[in-house]
């Protein structure tokens, strides 16, 4: 779906709609509109992510994110005067007056490791754009002060009452016209010194906030996040991924080429399940790879499928009795960035592949059925990569891939550095 024929189809002043699920832009906003988002995400490899090119336009409730040029480039950018309402940032902003400077915050605060039940506390030198207040919803983190002055702050983080048994992995969400989300990451140890105002960053040395960019922007309107807004995480002793599942989201039936945040649909835990009209002898079988850096699998080991039915930690395990993949994203190994599954027709010839394969379809169940994938327009393909599971920014995502190797499973392997005879 492009969202660009979406804003094209609409009439000039009229209210949009988008739907759920993370879009690729960039995307151009030249009438005015009023673009209501419903969990959109909007992302580009480069600057600018949203373009807004004309008067009278307000954007609610979307993400815009940067995903491979710099941070420091503007995610949205605005040359006439624009309204914006819960809009999420992954990258800087232009055209918005003070929200123009730079915000200087890692976007992953690890902490390491620190004492277990005890207090801890952290200290950073941060740079922000305007007045922002920071939003945590963890009991446990704590920051001073919870409302930061535009240009350079020191800030503390304490840490208190965390057991060993647990992996801290929080969100936080610092908000000014803007949301920018913050992950905070790190492990108790009964065995480590306390920390006392540990520093942990210090931003750059910034000179004079970026201006705007035009004169207009002045006059730019944004509107304050409310405080109801349901971006929050509910309070818990610790949380291992970053939100929650929302059982008032409807299931989702992915498209290839789409991505959605993994946590709005599934718990930490869920089942990976096949079906498909197949002919009379044929067995498909799954396959799961958990990849490290360079999507290379964490060797043998990190292949579960018939031969090797769980992975070393119990992150993905595979039952021979009914062919269903389960999931545990709560166990999954520091070194695993991707978990890729795939499907092969085992022992398949030059006349055994998924074109005579109907209705190939994934379901993914929490708590019920909650995200579904048809891998419709397969030919000659005999083994395919149905889904990915990859973790981007902190959040671990769900791509539908759907494409797949004519010459079998034994070049999959060998391109996640499994080496079979082929």
């Known amino acids: 779906m492009d969202l660009n024929d979406i804003i094209a189809r ?7 709609t988008l739907p759920s699920g993370e879009y690729e832009g960039p995307l151009a906003i030249n009438k005015p509109l009023r673009l209501i988002g419903k969990s959109t995400t909007v992302w580009a490899k480069k600057s600018p992510v949203i373009e807004i090119k004309s008067g009278g336009v307000t954007l609610c409730d979307i993400r815009a994110e940067i995903t491979e040029g710099s941070i420091e480039e503007p995610a949205v950018t605005a040359n006439s005067p624009a309204t914006v309402k819960n809009v999420e940032v992954l990258g800087r902003v232009s055209g918005f007056g003070a929200e123009d400077g730079f915000f200087d915050i890692l976007r992953t605060i690890e902490l390491g490791r620190f004492p277990a039940d005890r207090e801890n506390s952290f200290k950073m030198e941060v740079n922000v754009p305007s007045e922002t207040k920071i939003v945590c919803e963890i009991r446990e983190v704590t920051f001073e002060p919870t409302v930061l002055q535009a240009g350079r702050n020191e800030l503390t983080i304490k840490i208190s009452g965390i057991s060993d048994k647990t992996f801290l992995y929080a969100e936080v969400l610092f908000k000014s016209q803007f949301t920018r989300r913050v992950y905070i990451t790190g492990k108790p140890d009964p065995t480590v010194e306390q920390a006392v105002l540990k520093q942990i960053y210090t ?12 004169e207009t922007v002045s006059t730019t309107v944004s509107e304050t996040v409310p405080q109801s807004v349901s971006v929050t995480v509910p ?7 970053a939100g929650k599942q929302n059982p008032n989201l409807p299931p989702l039936d992915m498209k290839r080429g789409q991505r959605v945040a993994l946590s709005q649909y ?5 089942e990976v399940w096949f079906t498909a009209n197949k002919p009379q002898g044929m067995d498909i079988d799954p396959y799961v790879f958990l990849l490290g850096n360079g999507d290379k699998a964490l060797g043998d080991s990190g292949l579960v499928f018939f031969g090797n039915d769980v992975s070393p930690n119990g992150e993905a395990k595979y039952y021979p009795n009914d062919g269903h993949i389960e999931i545990d994203l709560s166990k999954v190994s520091p070194q695993v960035q991707k978990i890729a599954l795939a499907y092969s027709i085992y022992d398949g010839g030059a006349t055994k592949n998924f074109r005579s394969v109907g209705s190939p379809r994934i379901s993914l169940r929490s708590n019920g059925e909650r995200v579904t994938f048809t891998v419709d327009g397969l030919s000659e393909e005999a083994t395919i990569v149905a889904l990915e599971f990859y973790l981007y920014k902190g959040e671990w995502k769900i791509s539908a891939v759907g494409a797949g190797f004519k010459d079998g499973l034994a070049k999959l392997c ?9």
């Open 414 to 422: 060998n391109r996640y550095g499994i080496e079979v005879e082929s």
């Open 266 to 270: 599934l718990g930490d835990k869920f």
């Open 235 to 241: 309070k818990t002793d610790a949380i291992s991924m």
């Open 10 to 16: 609409a009439a000039p002043n009229s209210e949009v």
């Open 203 to 214: 931003a750059p040395e910034r000179g004079v906030q970026a201006q705007s960019i035009t």
